[in-house]
């Protein structure tokens, strides 16, 4: 007898057992049970007659386990998100090693659990009328105030580059001149303030606690 066809038929008879997996046998190659397999009704790979075709199930189960090919356009944006992310973690080590022990356990299904939940946090978040929404486009006024903002965060910090502060009192806005505290109104345009308590108010306010202890 010649070999040959005989590993020709057994090849055959393999291809045609792999084509018509049980349920059992579908689930023990992919390392599942059976409950999950019958779970996961929308993989490829099952026959008219509930057998499984092996070939087509792990085509399936690989492709909705793997991180999605997103597209350039779709990409930088999510690049963006990320680093935006990962700038305002307080712990950024702890953050990466429970992504990493979530990416071990499960894969790229793990680490699309969190990215779900992310959406979730993001949508509930927004759907609140106050607070978490992104701004509105601002009007010109608003624009013209933002601009003003600025300049004058500007000059304060030319001010204290220039050594140009003072010290203002937050209760009777005197500001502090060497030895003396002078009236707001004469205060050079163009300084810093930092806000203190005068003397002749924090012995006004001990005074006022004095009496009403007694
Ligand atoms: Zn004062």
Redesign the pocket.
Known sequence: MNKKPVKAEVAQVRKSLLQRLTQAEAAWMLGVTTSWLRDHAELDGRNVDDSYNAAKLVASVRQKFQPAELSDSDLEPSLQLVDEISMCLSFPRTAAELLARISERHGPAGLAAVGERLLVALQEATSFTTGFEDPDEPTAEELREECERRIRDLDQWQARRQGRVALV??????YRWGRK?LAIESLPADFAMDAV??P???AEQEKQERKRKR
Not at 169 to 174: E, G, L, V, Y
């Open positions: 009192c937050r209760s009777c806005r005197s505290w308590h005068c002749a108010c924090c």
